[in-house]
């Protein structure tokens, strides 16, 4: 447990220099340098306190490294929703060691944002445009597409195993399952891209509607928006008068204004609303298919029990992978999560099973 602590700073300050890399904006990029090296600071403080070497430890885990790849290929804000998260993850085990320990609680550790903001402070140059800037990339990172697809292909997988499991049991795998393997793989897709484009259609829409009243305030009563630029930036902890000069300069760019009071009054990250309800429920489709196709995939070249058999194996296989894959985001162990996802996946067919086996025999009789 010491070493997997250890291992996590080493990662964390590794992926905060890959964002540093990979980030356009100087100011920016000059907070994840320095993020970088509170971690790196971290991981020397505990190393020494363990009395542990560093010599074995100073590369980053195969799952930093694979992270990396994520962002080469989905950007790199998705890295930094990672990041975010195993940052909320440290913290929570911090003051979980403190009150068991009965020390006392810094607060230094407790919300990774507020770092980042203490950060930000101290730059002179600082500007409003830029702390909106930075403020927007940390909402943006939360929708993550690499975990939505996980995800859904989880959903596809464990509900058209059960489904097959079950028909297979009352029928002892003949040619029926295929059929329902096929319509199971189907009509869970369907119902997954519609319920994808309703939930998008309708947060679009609510959205849109409180977009469109932000903007009528912001022309209607430019100083009370102002005001309202000021105590959001006060609640951030920035001196009041500094806030009012940042405010000032916000308020001139209207569009810069409407965004950022969006973005912290309401909430919404408009680059969110620019996705396509569509193409959100082919991707809904596309990911639940993979997955639900993998226990049909045996039926369609053999049957009967040998076909039950491979189909468990082939399922059980894709169950361990993407237990795997959610060691990503959660930073547990590969094996422990790849074989409790198999152990769930297989105790659902399982019941499937058996209970299509007592229905099937029934039937006969």
Do not use: C
Not at 55 to 72: D, E, F, Y
Not at 310 to 331: D, H, Y
Request: proline fraction near 2%; hydrophobic fraction near 45%.
């Amino acid at each position: 447990m010491k070493n997997k602590n250890l291992q996590t700073e080493i990662d964390t300050s590794y992926l905060y220099t890959v964002l540093a890399a990979h980030e356009k904006d100087p100011l920016i990029a000059k907070v994840f340098e320095k993020m970088s090296g509170i971690e790196k600071g971290h991981a020397e403080a505990l190393a020494k306190k363990e009395n542990i070497s560093l010599k074995n430890l100073v590369q980053p885990s195969w799952r930093a490294k694979t992270l990396n790849g994520i962002g080469k290929v989905f950007g790199y804000d998705y890295v930094l929703g990672v990041v975010m998260e195993t940052e909320k993850t440290i913290s929570s085990s911090i003051i979980s060691a403190r009150k068991k320990n009965k020390l006392e609680i810094t607060g230094n550790e407790t919300n990774h944002v507020q770092i980042l903001q203490s950060i930000l402070d101290n730059e002179v140059k600082v500007t409003g445009k830029q702390l909106s800037k930075f403020e927007s990339r940390h909402r943006s990172v939360g929708g993550n597409a690499v975990r939505a697809a996980v995800l859904g292909g989880n959903d596809g997988l464990v509900s058209n195993f059960s489904l097959i499991m079950g028909i297979a049991g009352a029928t002892s795998g003949n040619s029926a399952v295929l059929l329902a393997g096929l319509a199971g793989l189907l009509a869970g897709a369907l119902s997954m891209a519609l319920g994808e484009w309703i939930s998008v259609k309708s947060s679009k829409e609510l959205y849109e509607n409180q977009i469109e009243l932000e903007r009528e305030e912001l022309d209607t009563n430019p100083e009370g928006e102002r005001q309202e630029v000021v105590l959001i930036y006060m609640a951030k902890g920035i001196p009041e008068a500094q806030a009012h000069q940042m405010a000032t300069d916000l308020i001139k760019n209207k569009g810069q204004a409407h965004q950022f009071l969006v973005q912290e009054e309401l909430g919404i990250n408009t680059e969110e609303l620019q996705g396509s309800a569509i193409e959100a429920a082919l991707y809904s489709f596309g990911l639940f298919s993979i997955g639900a196709v993998i226990p049909v995939i045996p039926f369609m070249f053999a049957s009967g029990m040998t076909a039950v058999a491979i189909s468990v194996a082939f399922s059980a296989t894709g169950l361990f992978l993407i237990g795997a894959a959610i060691t990503l985001f959660t930073g547990k162990n590969v094996w422990y999560s790849g074989f409790r996802q198999v152990l769930f996946g297989l105790a659902a067919a399982a019941i499937t099973f058996g209970i299509g086996k007592i229905i099937g025999v029934t039937m006969a009789g």
